[in-house]
């Protein structure tokens, strides 16, 4: 059997394979579609077992005083730290992410599990390949895969957490490719509202990025008794491959088993469409059905095998002998492609940061009222610690500036605390002169939003907070954002949250999200519930009060953690924080696909 190992929390994969060779997901080495400069170090990116490694950290802060000559002979900061390691701080708040890691361990182990045992014995007795393992072989040999939503449907216990889908992305014949692969070893592969929502997410992620997609297909269609929350949004997954066709991005489908109903037009949909002979089956209505509707009698392969339709519908343009035959080809329909980056290559060199990226699991403090200084975790993530800091001394509380990562040159936004005006208009300021440069922006979040009070309304926060939002809004550089911590409010709208389409979203295991904290919301309810209570004369009862709030508090903490929010795919995965920089790395690589282009159009400013 295949044993399959992944990167923390299942980010990055490796698969075993029998005779002991091993192809590793995680190496940087020759692979193709990261041309930097220098070779970023296999330190940066770590297989492990789906154990969480506990290595010695260091903590971090900012002394901006040394330089660094970079190529054109212009000095650039290189960021120095304050951590100490030895203290006992540093111990808590590195205790408590490895803590926050524990629960994503034990969901990489129910990832992996591909619907047990006895699932994945009578798949293989079928002589099929895992989902897992058709996508490693598709892949370019020692190339890295980026997974998404690896979580997806994690915040319903009843269901196995993974969407019953794996989506990623990866180098295929030299070229990085949106991979779409139903796992037909949970549930037949159908289709319930985490896997709608996780393979829409992909397509846009393709669509916005232009990247190939490819599809492996094994699946029965709508989990039916589901129907009523993914027949509307399902019906988008059509509508979005032929928008992805129509923008001149090629779609391409190997069907390796059933593909019925709905699941038929993947491949109808897709420029290229590989059958598996006496494996693969596509119909809009199976035999029973048929018999149902029209009294027919037929079977399978007469109604919608992979002959037939090589044969007679046209419905396959290539027939493979047997699945790797079929991934064969799909790669060489990728290599025919000559499909090349429309964006800038990195040109920036690509050396490691100066500090220890272990140092990331105390970069988050473990009380989250407590500040935590973000140019410590800069200072780990950018290409050789280094950072141009743009207005140092003006909005302290939101550093600006510009970095690289992977020797692709990108433009910072992080929260060093809560939003003022003078915050608001930095950021704004710098996002425009990012457009104008044409270069990518990243949030950093920890955020609880913006400032409130007489003098922060009087000082004209919210004319000063829609500049910022704005700026946002109308960006047209590829956006990434990282939650580290809070995210709550507007604040979240105003660093690009999801809602604003970054092009990827990334959390730490420890960060929160949510219109506000569970403990503000409660009090906020019971102030409004009391002055309810004295406006009507009616009795306010103190204990019940209390009951009250605590079931806000416990209702929104539910609802806020990192595991909900993956679960309903309102990010693309949460990263361990020492892997920050690879999967900075790999998503920039990924923008680049397409062009980078700012503008200079913004909806108008109050001044």
Known sequence: MVKVTCGRVGFFTALSHTDGSTRCTMSRQGVPWMRSPAPWPPAAVRVAECRLRCRACVAVTASPHEFHKADRGVPMTVLSTRFDTGSEQFGLDRRAMLDALEPLESLADRVLDAGGDKAVERHRSRGKLLARERVDLLLDEDAPFLELSCYAGAHDPAEQPGGRLITGIGPVSGVECMIIANQSTVKGGSLNPDAVAKQLRALDIAERNRLPVITLVESGGADLPRQADIFVPGGRTFRELTRLTAAGIPTISLVFGSSTAGGAYLPGMSQYTVLVKQAASVYLGGPPLVKMAINEDIDDES?????????????????????????????????????????????????????????????????????????????????????????????????????????????????????????????????????????????????????????????????????????????????????????????????????????????????????????????????????????????????????????????????????????????????????????????????????????????????
């Open 303 to 607: 109604l919608g095998g992979a002959e037939m339709h090589a044969r007679v519908s046209g419905l396959a343009d290539y027939l493979a002998e047997d699945e790797r035959d079929a991934l064969r080809l799909g790669r060489q329909i990728v290599s025919d492609l000559q499909w090349t980056k429309a964006g800038p290559g990195p040109s920036l060199p690509a050396d490691p940061p100066v500090h220890d990226p272990d140092d990331l699991l105390a970069c988050a403090a473990a009380d989250a009222k407590r500040p935590v200084e973000v140019r410590e975790i800069l200072a780990r993530v950018l290409d050789g610690s280094r950072f141009d800091e743009f207005k140092p001394l003006y909005g302290t509380q939101l550093v600006t500036g510009w970095g690289s990562i992977a020797g692709y040159p990108i433009g910072i936004l992080a929260n060093n605390g809560i939003l003022f005006s003078d915050e608001a208009n930095k950021g704004a300021h710098f996002i425009q002169l990012a457009n104008a440069r044409d270069i990518p922006l990243v949030f950093v979040q920890n955020i609880t939003g913006f400032m409130v009070g007489s003098a922060a309304e009087r000082g004209g926060i919210i004319k000063d907070g829609a500049k910022l939002i704005n700026a946002v809004s109308n960006s047209t550089v590829p956006h990434l954002t990282l939650m580290i911590g809070a995210s709550y409010g507007a604040g979240n709208y105003a660093m690009s949250g999801r809602a604003y389409d970054p092009r990827f979203v990334f959390t730490w295991p420890n960060h929160r999200i949510a219109v506000m904290g569970g403990a503000q919301l409660g009090g906020v309810m019971s102030i409004i519930r009391k002055s309810a209570a004295q406006r009507s004369g009616a009795a306010f009862s103190d204990t019940d009060d209390a009951r009250v709030r605590r079931e806000i508090e416990d209702m929104i903490d539910s609802q806020s953690g990192a595991i909900y929010a993956t679960g309903r795919v309102w990010d693309d995965g949460v990263i361990d924080p020492r892997d920050t920089r690879a999967v900075l790395g790999l998503a920039l690589s990924a923008t680049h696909s397409a062009p980078v282009t700012g503008t200079s159009r913004f909806a108008t400013f109050r001044l």
